[in-house]
């Protein structure tokens, strides 16, 4: 699905451990987000501004940690590491790339680093820049002023590119041990076994196979694809649809409550405008999926694809 910073994303066969999510690609904590897990992938660990992460950081790629975030546990990488400005890790720290660091960085159990270490100077690079520009203007040196600009352009960095499958988690969500509550939309991979229960104001979407420890809640749309299983309850403002051979430990309540004919539920069922049953037609359901995906309205046909 595209990248869109306005879901919380779970990619294929991530598996919530006791204390440790494993999960594959890149992962993306954004500003003011709350991880009560450690994180361990094969890919890169990219962790915003005022950040937290409750557990160790283990990762095949770089990490990049933005200022005032905090690791309360350890920092693994077999690449390089950057961390930001007043940035605390508190456990150690290993890299076998390089390590570069803001001003005032707590590394409270020490590092081992194959590569280089730089230590960046408090006084930003961009504050130099300036000041330097501003002599050069008092000087009359335009012409100088005008290459060292042109430089800066060429050698500027872009945007660093995230990986085709990616764990994302938006600004100031919590992700808990017990309970998960994000202001956004949900997409749950594949074959995933997630802990926690789970609170957005935004759509929600589980994926084939894959397994919830816990209770679905949301003010949006609830959609279980096939085969999934849900050690809870699931509760929306809007419509559930519940898909083929879904088992559900719990109640389910909606506005309105669509039921495959051979799904589970296990406790009440409460559809504010009506329960209806059957079974959806697999071409249309795709389609209707694909659309979910990209934030498009599926709601008002799903009734038109069960029969």
């Known amino acids: 699905m595209p990248f869109d910073r306005k879901t919380l994303v779970i990619p294929d066969e991530t598996v919530f451990e006791e204390h440790t999510i494993v999960t594959h690609g890149d992962v993306v904590v954004s500003d003011g987000a709350k991880l009560e897990f450690g994180v361990k992938t094969d890919g890169r660990v990219f962790v915003g501004e005022h950040a937290k992460i409750n557990g160790v950081v283990d990762a095949e790629g770089d990490v990049h940690v933005d200022m005032f975030s905090e690791v309360f546990g350890d920092l693994n990488s077999k690449g390089s590491v950057y961390l930001g400005e007043r940035v605390v890790v508190h456990g150690k720290l290993s890299a076998k790339g390089d390590l570069d660091v803001g001003d005032d960085v707590d590394i409270k159990e020490g590092f081992k680093v194959k590569g280089w270490i730089n230590i960046r100077s408090p006084i930003p690079v961009v504050i130099y820049i300036f000041i330097y520009l501003l002599q050069l203007l008092r000087l009359g040196r335009s012409e100088e002023i005008e290459r060292i600009l042109s430089e800066l352009e060429g050698t500027q960095e872009g945007v ?3 990986s085709q499958v990616f764990f994302f988690v938006p600004a100031n969500a919590v992700i808990g041990l017990q309970h998960s ?3 956004t939309a949900i997409v ?15 759509d929600i979407h589980v994926h084939d196979d894959t397994v919830i420890y816990g209770s679905l809640s949301s003010k949006g749309l609830i959609y279980l694809s096939k085969s999934v299983e849900v050690h809870g309850s699931l509760s929306s403002d809007k419509d559930v649809f519940v898909g083929d051979e879904c088992v559900v430990h719990g109640g389910v309540t909606g506005e309105r409550v669509f039921l495959s004919k051979n799904a589970t539920i296990e406790g009440n069922i409460l559809g504010r405008k009506g329960v209806m049953f059957g079974v959806a037609k697999g071409e249309k359901l795709d389609e209707k999926l694909k659309r979910f995906e990209v934030g498009a309205d599926v709601v008002d046909e799903v009734e038109h694809m069960l029969e």
């Open 188 to 202: 749950v991979g594949k074959k995933c076994r997630v802990l926690g229960n789970f609170t957005g104001l935004g």
């Open 160 to 162: 660093i590119p995230v």
């Open 181 to 183: 509550k994000v202001d």
